[in-house]
């Protein structure tokens, strides 16, 4: 994928368009309070030390973005990312290597994949992994042939097949496999995905595109030598006024149970999930619906609408994602990125830049509408010293804080109860235009509502100058009940407000309240919070950095600021060791 830079024709998008773009300074100015008075604790802090998270994974120094081919092979995890081996911005993009038995625990290698051929001279883009019969492995990605970044897509395949690591890769010189014809954006042709085989025998990959504003896949189809690519008659699937896309991921998700497919399963029990990241809104953005094997084209449901205003996997901080099927384990995984919301200036001073969200198995909700998210269950062999609550109650106003734990560091999980939904405030007919992240900006955690706000105050400085708040509410829209989740950076650091994007991000839970219960999970750790509503069906990642709430001075709460009194039935927090990064 490209990164983003700022251009002046940004201005004319919306206010809730231009928020989105995180690369280019252009930032949302979030209404807060600035504490003058009051000493930063990070200033007598190693800038690289301060928000470098503890069990997410990161390089020690300098810039990644994009997961690329993740794969399970021969018992060993494989992530492949876009780093920067040069320093703590976008360039000089190479394919980092690290594998793992865990997904948690990484050992770094020797880069898989950089420029030094006339096929990607200028640039090694993101990919694919796909494991061919045989149990061979081979790697898809965008080369970038010329300073006008010409895209082409090459393939890469292992220099020695006995290494347990596969730690050197050769790129053939047949390379590229792939080159834009005459009718396609040359430079926004890019991301190939993984490939699967058809009922006749032919390999599938989609590339993403862009027309007229027209965002994209393009099919192209081989043989089963993989090495001879036709570009199909028709896209599988396009739509209007999108923009371009980016990173496209295409699968199979079972109707029975949470397990996971490998991606050219295509039996009646299953539906296909088309996942794309939208480069003008930086939000990844999938639909669910039917892949057509006749027509070769995907159809998505009724249920899931084809545009800026359709599903996300994460309403937060998270982009350019890509799943994998893990054979090992039977499951789909999902990895993603979350790029820093500091100043670039910042970035190079503490001298890294970009962390992944923990890898999250998903799978299709019962209700058939949507996925379900949630952290690979490895991530809890980090979990150590616990603390429990129960059945607290919270009236109107009140919070009560969780101690006992490194709470800058920690995975906490909640269950909270109501008796009554007939507190619940009614949706206002002009929010109905609105993004989820409009309405919690105007209706935040401290705006005292009926049922909520409630939730968690996380990486809270003592006094409250900064937090992070990740909260519910609930609203009355006609004969429905709206729950709206929020995870809200507006307060989350002393920083000068004009040098950081701190947005209030959100996004609506599509749940049943009839046993008036909504769970959530937060990861929390340093600089990120990653959130799961309702068991994972609404999922929010935020980067914050505060400058009181650090290390051991960091605070947790959970708080209730509605009139219907809330009950925490249960919560379960523990602290989290660091991941080894080897």
Known sequence: MEILRKSSSLWALPILVLCFFINNGVFVDASHKVYMHLQSTT???????????GYHFQPPKNWINDPNGPMYYNGVYHLFYQYN????????????????????????????????????????????????????????????????????QNYAIPANMSD????????????????????????????????????DGYWRILVGSVRN?????????????FMKWTKAKHPLHSAQGTGNWECPDFFPVSLKNKNGLDTS??????????????????????????YDTKKDKYFPDNTSIDGWKGLRLDYGNYYASKTFFDSGKNRRILLGWANE?????????????????????????????QLVQWPVQELETLRKKKVQLY??????????????????????????????????????SSWGDLYAQDVCAIKGSTVQGGLGPFGLLTLASKNLEEYTPVFFRVFKAHDKYKVLMCSDASRSSLKNETTMYKPSFAGYVDVDLADKKLSLRSLIDNSIVESFGAEGKTCITSRVYPTLAIFDKAHLFAFNNGAETITIETLNAWSMANAKLH
Do not use: C
Request: glycine share 6%.
């Open 164 to 199: 347990p690591y596969l730690r050197k890769w050769i790129k053939p010189d047949n390379n590229p496999l792939i080159v834009a014809d005459k009718n396609i954006n040359k430079i926004q042709f890019r991301d190939p995905t993984t490939a699967w085989m058809g009922r």
């Open 265 to 290: 399963y295509n039996g009646k029990d299953a539906k296909h999930v088309l996942k794309v990241s939208f480069d003008v809104t930086r939000f990844d953005h999938y639909t669910v619906g039917t």
């Open 391 to 428: 059945n607290k109650k919270l009236n109107k106003g009140e919070k009560v804080e969780i101690k006992g734990i490194t709470v800058a560091q920690a995975d906490v999980e909640v269950i909270f109860s109501f008796a009554s939904l007939d507190k619940a405030e009614p949706f206002d």
């Open 43 to 53: 200033s007598h802090v190693d800038a690289s030390k301060v928000h470098r998270t």
């Open 85 to 152: 081996p040069k320093g703590a911005i976008w360039g000089n993009i190479v394919w980092a290597h690290s594998v793992s038995k865990d997904l948690i625990n990484w050992i770094p290698l020797e880069p898989a994949i950089y420029p030094s051929k006339v096929f990607d001279k200028y640039g090694t883009w993101s990919g694919s992994a796909t494991i061919l019969p045989g149990n061979k492995p081979v790697i898809l990605y965008t080369g970038i042939v010329d300073a006008n970044k010409t895209q082409v």
């Open 341 to 369: 919301s500091d100043t670039v200036d910042n970035d190079v001073k503490k001298g890294w830049a970009g962390v992944h969200p923990i890898p999250r198995k998903i799978w299709l909700d019962p209700s058939g509408k």
């Open 213 to 225: 504003h027209r965002g994209k896949v393009i099919m192209y189809k081989s043989n089963k030598n």
